[in-house]
């Protein structure tokens, strides 16, 4: 049986509020009435990405604000919410600027795994992983609203719901023991290898690896390299912005897709099932993650937004739309002709995006098998 779900197409053709992006979005939350996922008196994370300095294509406040009050509606306390992805202090305040706070959300905004990103909770995982640290705020949840904003990624071509949780439900360095116990550094080094490979011979030391790391581990001088091992998060941040390739991780990229498809099992094995619902937003799609420190422009148009508590279902959605569209002039997408069974971010950055939904499909976390419900104006 096919999963439903919903569609808000972003074209408008009426000059009215009820037939904008952010009218229908409100008024679809109220058609599904959320009290079938979320329950009176819950606090409900809603787990979004919070921006990073540079980056200015995240998720707009507003729409953030329209779910939050469809969840204060039905009686919830809602709270907004990621896990540490640069020192956590650092994080709330460009969360602050992006517009991310309790003024302009209505609803607080706090770190997932505290303010020393620190607090988390040991889950099992699956075969390559082991086990992996969930962010307490996130594993005492008893329910949980999940806003994407879907974008590229140069490991993973495509990120969605899926690169969400994965990414951003499992602490960075565990209180008991430190990435290799359980971190997120897992999904790029669950191998012998414990740091990113360095060819000097490649290096310029140019200094955009010291740039991005965001525990300010490496420090590149005249025709020096250095990493402290004890702050490196095994992010591969370094690894990404390296224009040289003179940085790499030890796992194929297939073997990092299979990872997130792991670890997002792993997080939603902390909720009951039912308690979990999806909303991507497929707006200013551009090709590279918002960990980043910029913005590129987008590769495709706006799409719309998709709903429904199907991780697996929603992300393989997104991905047929993003194929469906045109790539933009102007865009690193530009004159780009979209091969049969594939997609823009797939050929932007040379690997198949599906992995990871056939992965998670494989775990059980869902159907690839949808069907759209159009929310007409």
Known sequence: MATKLYFIDSRVEKF???????????????????????SEGELVPLKMHLGNPGAHHTLRPNF???????LKKIGTKPFVTDSARVKAYEYLEVANQTGYNPLSL?????????????DSVKVKAGELLKELYIP????DAPSMMVLTHVKGHIDSSYAGAIKNLAMGCVTAVPRECGWKGGGRGKMHFHTQQELMTWDESLCTFCGICANNCPQDAIVVE??????DESLCWRCGRCVRVCPEKALSVPISMETFQISLAEATKAVLSTFKPGKVFYINFLMDIQPECDCMAMSDTPVVQDQGILLGDDIVAIDKAS???IAKAQPLPQSKA?????????????MIHKKNAKIQIEAAEKMGLGSTKYELEQVHQ
């Open 64 to 70: 953030v604000r329209v779910v939050v009050d469809q």
């Open 16 to 38: 009215d509020y009820q037939y904008s992006v952010l009218g229908r979005l409100e008024k679809t939350l109220e058609k599904i009435d959320l009290r079938r996922y979320f």
């Open 106 to 118: 209505g609803a607080p905004v706090i770190i997932a795994d505290g303010i020393f990103g620190l």
């Open 319 to 321: 991905l047929d739309l």
């Open 334 to 346: 530009e004159g780009m002709k979209v091969e049969e069974g594939s997609d823009v971010l797939s």
């Open 136 to 139: 307490s705020a996130i594993y």
């Open 222 to 227: 005249a025709k020096s390299f250095k990493v």
